[in-house]
């Protein structure tokens, strides 16, 4: 199909509190409660029709910019920023089709995001957002599915100066064949501070719901976890013999180790490593491990090569895929990966996508790839969008934490959860204890998400919200 071109109209920004049921600790941060940003996009196409489009994401402090200087708050106006000058650069631009909406924006956006003191993932978030919600809108408009509508391209992507490393890849011809999966595994986070036996548990929540490893393996039935590592070689091998006690017990899991930019250097990440060989209780946990992500503090990552780690285990980019040629930098330092997440973007996926493909053409199947993570992505739009997102690319298995550590649509009106469980019920059951992410055998069933939009049938109540406030950024 000819690329459709469209005018964002104008949008509107709400968010809503939520709390999580566990603590989780992810590197420097531990986290105990949030906020989820949810913008609906109005746009007019060029033979005159509306439509309306929606997304949402959390807005995540300590992810995006761990500067410890900064507060919470500060971390979520950041992001609130970087919403608001995506919408005004979008209002701005006129008509243009969705991917030319992102690409002949994003070094415009960048530079407006530096100007005040925004990184570049930081800058992403706002219009990963943005255009998500421009999507959303456009393939309701076409009554197409984010499955159907990406096949047949109808984002318009295409070579572009954005990615000028692929001026000569075939987008259309790389969508065409997209997947179709209907199922995915859930890779299940174990976080820093997350209890692995019940006597790492004195209190319990009593939710009815699983809260230590032990309980969580039973209750899932999970082949595949992400295990966070804090920096501290001794007392994160001690940490994996612990998790490997219980992980042991299953045959043919697979397993993949996150940093969080936790280790100072490529070398202190390969030292870890080599104390794991050392410990012949990780044999079957280290064997299982698929690739380490971000083991190195942003700052350095791209600056060092990564070939001491690189050559025991694949080493993925997550935190420091800012800058939209990262993936590009981090090959020539020894990377094989670079992360998917939908708060990055759903253009920045599908380039890095095409860059894996491009690149392996050379390089033999397999050597370049994307890891599908997790951004505490809630029940609703958030984690059925991601969900798409990953399935197109044909992504195996995908971290899925929000559904542990937050309950459901905790925070949401009943109705709403209700809403969203009869009209997916491949993919949310009630147990008793609400709706939530139905995950049996460790796998989540997605053929739902194959509905006009992007991958959700019904729509938040944006009522039970409050209006987003202006950002308070650049601080006084």
Known sequence: MSAPRFALLGTER?????????????????????????????????????????????????????????????????????????????????????????????????????????NPLVAAYGRALLDRAMLDALLKAHGASFFAGMRANIGGMAPHAVCADLGCFDFTAMLRGADTARTIQARHTVGLVDPITAADQPERVGDGLPETLEEVQVAYGHRYWKLKVGGDIGADVDRLCRIAAVLDRAPGYRATLDGNEQ????????????????????????????????????????????????????????????????????????????????????????VNHARCRAWNAEAGPGRFFMSAEDLTTLAGLCVQGDLALVALMGIGHVERNGHHFVAGFEGRPPAEAAA?????????????????????????????????????????????????????????
């Open 14 to 118: 709400r968010e809503w509190p939520f709390r999580l049921r566990l603590p989780f600790r992810f590197g420097a941060a531990t986290v105990t409660h949030g906020r989820q940003a949810v913008v609906k996009a109005r746009i007019r196409l060029e033979d005159g029709r509306e439509a309306l489009g929606v997304a949402a994401e959390t807005l995540a402090a300590k992810w995006f910019d761990k500067d410890p200087r900064l507060t919470d708050a500060q971390n979520e106006d950041q992001l609130r920023r970087a919403l608001e000058l995506a919408e005004e650069a979008a209002l701005a631009a006129g008509v243009n089709t969705a991917f030319g909406h992102f690409a002949d924006a994003w070094a415009a956006c960048e530079a407006a995001c530096g100007a005040e003191g925004l």
């Open 263 to 350: 280790y100072e250097d490529a070398e202190g990440a390969a030292a870890l490593w080599r104390a794991m060989e050392a410990e012949p209780r990780l044999d079957r946990l280290r064997d299982s491990v698929l690739f380490v992500e971000q083991p190195v503090k942003r700052a350095r990552a791209l600056a060092v090569p990564m070939s001491a780690l690189a050559a025991s285990r694949p080493v993925v980019v997550d935190e420091s895929d800012g800058p939209m040629d990262a993936f590009v930098t981090a090959r020539a330092m020894g990377y094989a990966g670079v992360s998917t997440k939908a708060c990055k973007g759903v253009w920045r996926s599908l």
């Open 420 to 476: 969203f469980a009869s009209a997916h019920p491949d993919l949310y059951a009630d147990a008793g204890h609400g709706p939530r992410l139905r995950i049996g055998g460790g796998m989540l069933a997605i053929g739902s998400l194959d509905t006009p939009g992007l991958g959700a049938r019904v729509e938040p109540d944006q009522s039970a919200m409050a209006p987003m406030p202006k950002a308070a950024w650049p601080p006084a």
